[in-house]
């Protein structure tokens, strides 16, 4: 992942209202929310929504689509999961990761894939992070 996505989906996750957005779509999976709902939902006004889901959209963490006349938002998992992954990718760096007696990094399940929503979840992933 290049370093300026990083930053470009770090930037927008930085505001708070923004980041409230991102957590409630992660929570709602594949099915998403109409850009409406999650307005009434965090209780911000429909302008300032439109700015933070564009805002969102631009950073690759949201996808939309359209059914009637509603935008459905959604988390982009896989822009999750490459974060992710990014931000353990050193983790426990130039340490034996199988060595059962370090305890620099442990393993933690992520989602790896929810965002076609037709198909099943895929299995969580595993990774190592650093305690």
Do not use: W
Request: charged share 20%.
């Amino acid at each position: 992942m290049e370093i300026q996505t990083v930053l470009t989906a770090f930037a927008a996750l930085s505001q708070e209202s923004r980041l409230k957005v991102f957590r409630l779509l992660v929570q709602r999976g594949a099915e998403g929310l109409a850009a409406g709902t999650i307005a009434s939902q965090l209780g911000i006004t429909p302008a300032t929504m439109s700015h933070h889901l564009e805002q969102l959209s631009q950073a690759g963490l949201l996808s939309s689509r359209r059914e009637g006349r509603s935008i459905i938002y959604s988390a982009n998992y896989d822009t999750m999961q490459n974060l992710i992954n990014f931000l353990l990718e050193n983790c426990c760096a130039g340490q034996d990761k199988n060595d059962e007696k370090s305890d620099c990094c442990t393993e933690i399940t992520t989602c790896s894939e929810f965002s076609t929503g037709s198909e099943p979840a895929a299995a969580p992933e595993t990774v190592r992070q650093k305690t």
